[in-house]
């Protein structure tokens, strides 16, 4: 059965945010109420049947494992409703990263998951939230956007979750694609696919966990020490993001305490704080020697995603571990 129906889920971000001045400087994110916010999306001419549930009304710096678990059963419950073409999830931009590439490991890569949210607050001049909104549901209802796991819409592009990276902290392009670049181009009278749907059909590469565990990202640093290290591990860590210097570097002391670890069991990921490229196996590290796993295209946000979730799944092998991060 096709339809127009699209569920939108609703968890606050700028998007919802207003409060402050039209020049956009004290807002709170999550302000404005789902119905409000579509409201506004049909009186602009927006066609398609909107069906609103409100899952939380928070800045994404916020969100954790309940907004999550719920999310994943709202859209569960979605895809298996055949009146509903696909989903639209409004969120704050902090963390879109973090949640898209969550739900794009444990989703079906069926009905078209879509995440939107804005930069600017929907009460600052040039507020950008409404255009991303209609964006989105020009996105969700194409006929081709399915099959293409969970995507990001934020000005003017649409991304795969796998890709996405925020960065830029204010402008309205803050978002890059990363080794892709954009699926498409989609403005609210025109969208262009770049190629076509690449996991049609694709099931869910993991299972929906009971919970996920304490990872932390270390971000190295000139001239420090193991001590962050051994504070990680003394409150429970069970596994460690290095966003390391350039390829994945870090001082030998820090490099000698998460060998450490690594070989105690708790898994230890290199990843780089800078933007983007590739952290590769045994470049200037010797992962083999040292037991470490090479987060390869993924950043530090995601690289954690990926690592509480194989942890979670009871994975414990670095190869089989490296083997996800090869093809993420
Ligand atoms: N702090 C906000 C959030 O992530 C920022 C935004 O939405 O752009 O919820």
């Given amino acids: 059965m096709s339809s127009s129906r699209i569920r939108v889920l609703a968890t606050g971000g700028t998007i919802a945010g207003s ?7 004290g807002y709170r994110a ?22 609103p ?4 009304s928070i800045g994404s710096q916020d969100i ?4 999550w678990d719920r999310l994943h059963s709202e859209i569960l419950r979605a895809q298996a409703d055949d009146s509903i073409a696909g989903v639209i999830v409004t969120h704050g931009t902090d963390t879109a990263e973090e949640t898209a590439y969550l739900l794009d490991l444990t989703l079906d890569a069926g009905k078209p998951v879509v995440l939107v949210g804005a930069m600017r607050p929907a009460d600052a001049v040039g507020s950008d939230g409404m255009r991303n909104f209609a964006n989105a549901v020009r996105v969700v209802s194409d006929q081709a956007a399915g099959g293409r796991g969970v995507m990001l819409v934020m000005g003017d592009t649409v991304f795969a979750a796998r890709d996405i990276r925020k960065a830029a902290t204010s402008s309205v392009d803050a978002f890059r694609g990363f080794p892709r670049g954009p699926l498409a181009r989609v403005t ?11 996991r049609t059909g694709a099931a869910a590469r993991f299972a929906w966990p009971d919970g996920l565990p304490r990872v932390a990202i270390l971000i190295a640093g000139a001239g420090m020490d193991e001590k962050p290290v051994e504070a990680l591990l003394g409150i429970g860590c069970k596994g460690i993001v290095l966003a390391g210097m350039g390829q994945g570097n870090a001082p030998a002391r820090v490099l000698d305490a998460l060998e450490k670890a690594a070989k105690a ?3 230890i990921v290199r990843s780089s704080r800078v933007d983007e490229g590739l952290v590769d196996r045994n470049v200037e590290v010797d992962d083999d020697a040292r037991g470490f796993i090479a987060a390869r295209a993924l950043g530090p946000a995601k690289a954690r995603v990926l690592l509480m979730l194989l942890i979670a799944s009871g994975m414990t092998g670095t190869a089989e571990m490296q083997a996800t991060f090869d093809r993420p």
């Fill in 19 to 25: 409060g402050g001045s039209a020049f956009g400087s």
């Fill in 188 to 198: 609210p009278t025109s969208l262009d696919w770049f190629g076509p749907p690449d």
């Fill in 265 to 267: 069991g708790v898994p």
């Fill in 30 to 51: 999550g302000q404005i109420g789902i119905d409000d916010m579509l409201r506004e999306v049909r009186s602009l001419g927006v066609e398609a049947e909107l069906d």
């Fill in 53 to 56: 549930v409100e899952v939380a």
């Fill in 64 to 67: 954790g494992w309940s907004e």
